[in-house]
Antibody
């Protein structure tokens, strides 16, 4: 059974770069789509983007200028970098898997990690 | 971006009730549509995809219907563990987008 676990700093200063990693266990990251999704406290869900086969990516236009998602098959991990963060980027960040053919069908999800942007 | 609008935003119901939540897409999305359940402090859980296909392990009291722009989630007999927030989502076009959520509370 595939399991996902997010990791990274819980506090990031304004204007700095948010960096998170999702470690996948119980299955290979190859041949699946791996997404990042975030949820500001008390609010709804926003898809950030995905990486496929550690190379092909697709990003939400609202964040595209600041986002990089990459994969590392040797470590069975994928990562999110979000630059020039502000308080508006404070959220719980989830990683999730999408199957071949329907990358937007998210299952399973990681437990999520809260990232707070504050000085 | 395709806008997803859920109704109601919240409502109260009792154990054993039959409840329906609706979601409307701002443009046609065929059946590229999913429902998720989220409990406080937990990640969303996929319930239904393809508008009407039940994810493995999800109880049969959950069902989904619709195509194009209008979709529904029905819970046939509410159980205590069903009180949660439900989100709809389209995966027809980029960016993938979610509804604002429907919070189902105990009456």
């Amino acid at each position: 059974q595939v399991q996902l676990q997010e990791s990274g700093p819980g506090l990031v200063k304004p204007s700095e770069t948010l960096s998170l990693t999702c470690t996948v266990s119980g299955g290979s990251i190859s041949s699946y789509y791996w997404s990042w999704i975030r949820q500001p406290p008390g609010k709804g869900l926003e898809w950030i983007g995905y990486v496929y086969n550690s190379g092909s990516t697709n990003y939400n236009p609202s964040l595209k200028s600041r986002v990089t998602i990459s994969g590392d098959t040797s470590k069975n991990q994928f990562s999110l970098k979000l630059t020039s963060v502000t308080a508006a980027d404070t959220a719980v960040y989830y990683c999730a898997r999408g199957p071949p053919g329907t990358p937007g069908r998210f299952d399973p999800w990681g437990q999520g990690t809260l990232v707070t942007v504050s000085s | 971006a395709i806008r997803m609008t859920q109704s109601p935003s919240s409502f109260s119901a009792s154990t054993g009730d039959r409840v329906t939540i609706t979601c409307r897409a701002s443009q046609g999305i065929s059946s590229y549509f999913a429902w998720y359940q989220q409990k406080p402090g937990k990640a969303p859980k996929l319930l239904i995809y393809g508008a009407s296909t039940l994810q493995s392990g999800v109880p049969s009291r959950f069902s989904g219907s619709g195509s194009g722009t209008d979709f529904t989630l029905t819970i046939s007999c509410l159980q205590s563990e069903d009180f949660a927030t439900y989100y709809c989502q389209q995966y027809s076009g980029y960016p993938y987008t979610f509804g604002q959520g429907t919070k189902l509370e105990i009456k």
